[in-house]
């Protein structure tokens, strides 16, 4: 096995995404070795890496779920936490989400243990198309969809041109290629209205319609599904 950044390594084991794993470094809690680690170390197999004092696995089997995350579920893996994601979760494998959805909205949710697929998907110059059906508390305009298309201020940012398509006084379809934290709900608070429902329907070809899923419930997926 050749030599790896070691947050490329943590995520290849299943542990988190690698961005994750970067945060995990930046808050000293991954040694190498016997040794506090740091961004530019590379390991393989037979080094010791560890993470709060538990040693780090390789992991050569990657999975793949969908889920329809219901309302009120967080999707932050904290055991301790009733409200969690990670007990809705199959408990003989790590799971981590792809991309996140908040805990006052629901709706299609990827899971894998694929720490590089996690990578490529939430990069944003990978463009996959994530489309959403929202309700808000007021009715909504021709131009208040043109507003959005076109792209508003969100963290410092004008957000990507995005597809948005009014379905019936207070609800309206949005299809974007990007991430942002709350974007759909910081784009519509900024155009004069507010969320009040916030529901994923499709990931890239994906859609929670074929899936069959109840809210709370989950299946396996192949990866040709999430990258085709």
């Known amino acids: 096995m050749s030599k790896v950044r070691l947050a490329k390594f943590i995520a290849d084991a299943g542990i988190c995404s690698r961005r994750q794993a970067s945060r995990l470094i930046d808050d000293k809690r991954v040694c190498v070795n016997g040794a506090l680690a740091n961004h530019i170390d590379h390991v393989d197999g037979d080094d010791l890496i ?99 298309m076109a792209g508003v201020p969100v963290k410092g940012e004008i957000t990507r041109p995005c597809i948005v398509e009014q379905l019936n006084e207070t609800q309206y379809r949005i299809i974007l290629t990007q991430g942002l934290n709350r974007q759909i709900r910081k784009m519509t608070k900024f155009c004069g209205n507010y969320v009040t429902d916030l529901k994923r329907v499709r990931i890239a070809k994906l859609t929670l319609a074929e899936l069959n899923l109840e809210p709370g419930k989950y299946c396996a997926i192949s990866r040709s599904q999430i990258t085709s």
């Open 50 to 148: 560890e993470l709060d004092g538990q040693k780090v696995v390789a992991q050569h089997d990657k999975h793949y779920f969908a889920i329809f995350k219901p309302i009120g579920i967080d999707c932050k893996l904290i055991p301790s936490d009733p409200s969690s994601l990670i007990h809705l979760l199959p408990q003989h494998i790590r799971l981590f989400p792809i991309g996140r959805l908040d805990k006052d909205s629901h709706g299609l949710l990827l899971l894998t243990n694929d720490g590089e697929l996690c990578h490529q998907l939430n990069h944003p110059n990978f463009d996959k198309e994530k489309e959403y059906i929202v309700t808000t508390s007021k009715p909504i305009s021709r131009e208040f969809c043109q507003q959005m």
